[in-house]
């Protein structure tokens, strides 16, 4: 069975200095690998995915995660915090069978402070 | 840019009602799914919909939840007899493909009472 746990529920981090947002993955399979955002009131934006072709993943507003399957994590880095990235983040994974059941880790909750 | 919408932004209703929740998927998208995230607890897996039937199902999706595709572009989940514990956010979701990334509406709060 396919699982995510999200290591910090809480994250909090200064503008301008480098976010990390961790999570590991189970999967008896190669996984499709995912990062959603969900802002205060908005809906679940897709940040980023991996599925098995580069393992280190770009996606929008300067995210990027990169799979390591020796570790089986798949963390979200960002170089420098935006007050904007002040959210809820989590880690999806696919699950088996197909049609693209998703798996999401608990979330961790971003905190900048100016 | 396509996005999924969904109908009513919150709902308030009385243990018991039964409650329609709507969604408008992106239009060229195949794969329909609901997801739900009681507050403070992980989103979790309803159902998923693919050539008008349930492809799967979990646990929480018994006999009181259906989904149904009335027509070409709405995407309903309905509620019978609504309980205190189905009070949730639920999104419904769509997809091109079994195994690519799902696009999420806003969400439909709703409030049993």
């Known amino acids: 069975a396919q699982s995510v746990t999200q290591l910090d529920s809480h994250v909090s981090v200064s503008e301008g200095t480098p976010v990390l947002l961790r999570c590991n993955y189970s999967?008896?399979?190669?996984?499709?690998l995912f990062w959603y955002v969900q802002h205060p009131n908005k809906g679940l934006q897709l940040l980023l995915k991996?599925?098995?072709?580069?393992?280190l993943v770009k996606g929008i507003n300067g995210f990027e995660a990169e799979f390591k399957k020796s570790e089986t994590s798949f963390h979200l880095t960002k170089p420098s915090a935006h007050m904007s990235d002040a959210a809820e983040y989590f880690c999806?994974?696919?699950?088996?069978?197909?049609?693209?059941?998703?798996?999401f880790g608990a979330g961790t909750r971003l905190a900048v402070h100016p | 840019e396509p996005e999924v919408t969904q109908t009513p932004s919150h709902q308030v209703t009385q243990m018991g009602q039964e409650v329609i929740l709507r969604c408008v998927p992106i239009?060229?998208?195949?794969?329909f799914y609901w997801y739900r995230q009681i507050l403070g607890q992980k989103v979790e897996f309803l159902v998923s919909?693919?050539?008008?039937?349930?492809?799967?199902k979990s646990e929480i999706f018994d006999d009181q939840f259906s989904v149904e595709r009335p027509d070409g572009s709405n995407f309903t989940l309905k509620i019978r007899s609504t309980k205190l514990e189905d009070s949730a956010m639920y999104f419904c979701?769509?997809?091109?493909?079994?195994?690519?990334?799902?696009?999420f509406g806003q969400g439909t709060r709703l409030t049993v009472v």
């Open positions: 979701a769509s997809g091109t493909t079994a195994n690519t990334e799902a696009f």
């Open positions: 999967s008896s399979y190669s996984p499709s």
């Open positions: 991996y599925t098995s072709a580069a393992t």
């Open positions: 999806v994974v696919s699950g088996s069978g197909g049609y693209n059941k998703l798996i």
């Open positions: 239009s060229n998208h195949l794969y």
């Open positions: 919909f693919y050539n008008n039937e349930i492809s799967e």
